[in-house]
């Protein structure tokens, strides 16, 4: 979702350095992007390794949704081409589901503010699975919400981490980055890379 059809992670970027800030820590644009497509407790984990020490994951967390949710007060911007696709998609009749690592609430509170939850049968927030992605949990969480077998199902993902996840979960993968670049384990898994979604149609004879 974030970052693949939601123009967010720069936002996201931007409340992880303030909410870490305001408890001595520092979260470099090198450090967010192992945070990218990873919930929140495995973000706070990353940077808990970061800093070598204990860090008040509780307090962070807190300061980085209240700047997080100042900054979408205006709006929740959408990335080129989601809607194009989500409704080239609904009138292809394909299902669509959400496999995201964000709180499912939040999630669907954002696409909603977006206009794009109505597109989409289900939404698969993080913290219903047992393990985030890398993990296959969300992902097979999410083919089960449509009622499909994994390996009719496609997935497009921005993350590495989300790559793998649905790579391993045995979806094909269509990788189309945004702040990170595919890692050259997310390109193997990959069934394809493009640039942005605005390509998307054009894989399913649009």
Not at 72 to 96: C, D, N, T
Not at 144 to 155: D, E, H, I, R, S
């Amino acid at each position: 979702m974030d970052g693949l059809l939601l123009d967010t992670e720069r936002l996201s970027l931007r409340a992880w350095q303030a909410g870490a800030r305001r408890y001595g820590l520092e979260v470099s644009d090198a450090l967010f992007l192992d945070m990218i497509g990873r919930r929140n407790a495995d973000c706070l984990a990353v940077l808990r390794r970061h800093s070598g020490r204990e860090i008040p994951d509780a307090a962070i967390s807190a300061a980085m949704y209240a700047e997080y949710n100042r900054l979408l007060e205006k709006e929740v911007p959408v990335m080129a081409g989601a809607r194009e696709l989500m409704e080239f998609l609904r009138e292809k009749g394909i299902p669509l589901s959400v496999a995201t690592s964000t709180q499912e609430s939040l999630a669907r509170e954002k696409l909603s503010r977006a206009g794009l939850l109505p597109f989409f049968h289900s939404v698969t927030g993080g913290e219903s699975v047992a393990m985030g992605k890398p993990a296959p949990d969300i992902y097979i969480a999410a083919t089960q919400t449509l009622g499909l077998p994994p390996a009719v199902c496609v997935a497009f993902e921005d993350s590495p981490p989300g790559a793998l996840s649905a790579a391993a979960a045995g979806l094909r993968v269509v990788i189309v980055p945004d702040l990170k670049p595919p890692t050259p384990e997310a390109e193997r898994v990959a069934d394809m890379v493009i640039k942005s979604l605005c390509e998307a149609p054009a894989l399913f004879g649009g």
